[in-house]
């Protein structure tokens, strides 16, 4: 049962472009958005999250933005970088319980 | 600060073998999790641990897998019989306690059952 849908599955970007991942939930009750970042052999790092009651959230150059209504959340990050290249997860969960985790998005930058 | 730590990193098997996995999560963190993560998939929770006690383990494949966290800080994972279907990475994770949930993950075991 998928609770968090993601979308690209793998996406190519030119250094100094937008990086854009799209995800849809379904369950109402979730109320934390998280999104981590994973390099290959490690485990998942939390890279920003973001909880319903704000529509948008920015650390840097990673932006969350959070559509209630829609039931969609996605990230943006700007001016990518080599180094961004990995694979992006969404994930959302009820407090600290349940998290659901969508499928990933590998992506990689060209320089 | 020391973070998640999980052994073995690799473990080979064949199908209907034991094996079990081990975790240590950052000192004070209360919340301990286990997921599978299946190649090209995101991870999936297994079992969530508060303490000692299970939280949720509504997704543990209680046939074949079992684990415990005896006195409320590491854990074991344990698959038996294993099958070709579990070969996977299996990521601990740990948390403090609260509404604020930064899970902090391991590097994972990578379990392949042949």
């Known amino acids: 049962q998928q609770q968090v849908k993601q979308s690209p599955q793998s996406l190519i970007v030119q250094k100094g472009g937008i990086s854009i991942i799209n995800c849809a939930y379904e369950n109402t009750a979730f109320d934390y958005f998280p999104w981590y970042q994973q390099f290959p052999g490690k485990g998942p790092a939390l890279l920003i999250a973001?909880?319903?009651?704000?529509s948008e959230k920015k650390e840097g150059r990673f932006t969350i933005s959070f559509n209630k209504s829609a039931k969609q959340f996605s990230l943006h990050i700007m001016d990518s970088q080599p180094g961004d290249s990995a694979t992006y997860f969404c994930?959302?969960?009820?407090?600290?319980?349940?998290?659901?985790f969508g499928a990933g998005t590998r992506l990689t930058v060209k320089p | 600060e020391a973070g998640v730590a999980q052994s073995p990193r690799y473990k080979i098997i064949e199908k209907r073998q034991s094996v079990a996995f081990w975790c240590n999560p950052i000192?004070?963190?209360?919340?301990l999790y286990w997921y599978q993560q299946i190649l090209g998939q995101g991870p999936k929770l297994l079992i969530q641990f508060q303490n000692n006690g299970v939280v949720d383990d509504s997704q543990l494949p209680k046939d074949r897998f079992s684990a415990e966290r005896l006195k409320g800080v590491d854990s074991t994972l344990k698959i038996q019989p294993a099958k070709l279907e579990d070969s996977a990475v299996y990521l601990c994770a740990s948390s403090l306690t609260g509404a604020k949930n930064i899970q902090y993950f391991g590097a994972g075991t990578r379990l392949s059952v042949l």
């Open positions: 994930a959302a969960s009820r407090g600290n319980n349940d998290m659901r």
């Open positions: 973001i909880r319903p009651d704000v």
């Open positions: 000192s004070g963190h209360a919340t």
